[in-house]
């Protein structure tokens, strides 16, 4: 399996399927991937409407015919816009094909429709958290009574809008990812981590979890 990040809160999963997580590509300043370079995708997994996560969702949508899997509201927006659209709620599953399961998690957030959610993806026997954009809330904990194994984590650490490192460092401890992966930070000023900071939580996990930062751009196999 291959994770490429593009900055933000960009992901893509490639396994058996290709994901794509809240693809913020061609308005994203520290995105160095355009559009037209993403691969075709199967899926695409959106965790709120804020511009920064939904971004070019259903522009890519429509270029792969993809399923758009996101909180039942927004889902009802695509399908609107004539794009495939599975909705679904916090706590939910949904099976889209054999062998791959998507578990909506709650994240404490805002947004204008729906809610505002993370996702498990399952995945060629992995599962691949992404929280979304969140504060630090015990539903984080919860995540680990029904997973028992979360091979790779997605989280905000860029503080202002969703945690920050000191949050990150509890949920971490809670979920215990193997490879936890900053994300949301250094795309605006308002949100910039210091190099320092994020090798400081690098170094406090270092016994349980390894931390994977990684630049727009860049991915690696697991
Ligand atoms: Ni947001
Ligand atoms: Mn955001």
């Not at 039942?72 to 599953?93: D, F, Q």
């Not at 997605?154 to 490879?179: C, E, L, N, Q």
């Not at 605006?188 to 931390?211: P, Q, R, Y």
Request: aromatic content about 8%; glycine content about 8%; proline content about 4%.
């Amino acid at each position: 399996m291959k994770i490429t990040f593009y900055g933000h809160a960009a992901f893509l999963i490639e396994g058996t399927k290709r994901v794509l997580i809240d693809p913020f590509i061609s308005q994203n300043p520290i995105c160095n991937t355009k559009v037209s370079e993403i691969p075709k995708v199967d899926y695409i997994l959106v965790t709120h409407d804020h511009a920064d996560h939904l971004g070019d969702a259903f522009e890519i949508a429509k270029r792969d015919d993809a399923l758009i899997i996101t909180i039942h509201e927004i889902s009802l927006l695509a399908a609107e816009k004539g794009i495939k659209a599975e909705g679904m709620n916090i706590g939910g599953k949904i099976i889209p094909e054999n062998g791959i399961e998507i578990f909506m998690t709650n994240s404490v957030h805002s947004s204008s429709n729906g809610g505002e959610c993370g996702f498990i993806l399952t995945m060629d026997g992995k599962n691949i958290f992404h929280t979304g954009d969140t504060g630090l809330t015990y539903d984080l904990k919860v995540v680990k009574e029904l997973f028992d194994t979360i091979d790779v984590a997605m989280f905000p650490v860029g503080d202002r809008y969703t945690m920050g490192i000191p949050s990150v460092k509890i949920a971490a401890d809670w979920i215990r990812p193997k490879i936890l992966i900053p994300m949301h930070y250094n795309t605006w000023e308002i949100i910039n981590v210091s190099k320092e900071k994020l090798e400081e939580l690098k170094n406090d996990l270092k016994n349980k979890t390894e931390v994977k930062i990684l630049n727009p751009g860049e991915s690696f196999e697991i």
